[in-house]
């Protein structure tokens, strides 16, 4: 089971700092396996992906959104997945979704509830 719950968000202002939070209930070699990645879906907007890494924490990939101010991190020990976002900025406001990508899927299988960040100007 890949069960994945996020936590971390909140309301900061405008270039603050939040770190959001990822934990699997997978096991630490199903974990290990996964690529993982953060998305995000504003109001009235579609879901998209802000932050992706391979397994064994190879390739990171960003949206330009959000390059240089987000980084994305994975403890396979501890089965987790974060975010760390700076310099936030009130179009950061989403909900914010861990998603899971099995090997050799092209699709995102495996989504969490969601955390809501708002950032107010």
């Known amino acids: 089971q890949v069960q994945l ?66 980084t994305i991190s994975r403890d396979d020990r ?3 997945l974060f975010l760390q976002m700076n310099d936030l900025k009130p179009d950061d406001t989403a909900v914010y979704y861990c998603a899971a990508k099995a090997p050799g899927e092209s699709s995102w299988d495996y989504w969490g509830q969601g955390t809501h960040v708002t950032v107010s100007s």
């Not at 909140?10 to 934990?23: E, F, N, P, T, Y």
């Not at 699997?24 to 992706?52: D, N």
């Open 78 to 80: 501890e089965r987790a």
């Open 5 to 70: 719950q996020e936590s971390g968000g909140g309301l900061v202002q405008a270039g603050g700092s939040l770190r959001l939070s990822c934990a699997s209930a997978a096991s630490t070699r199903t974990f290990s396996i996964l690529t993982m990645g953060w998305f995000r879906q504003a109001p009235g907007q579609e879901r998209v992906l802000v932050a992706a890494m391979s397994r064994g924490g190879g390739a990171r990939t960003y949206a330009d959104s959000v390059k240089g101010r987000f």
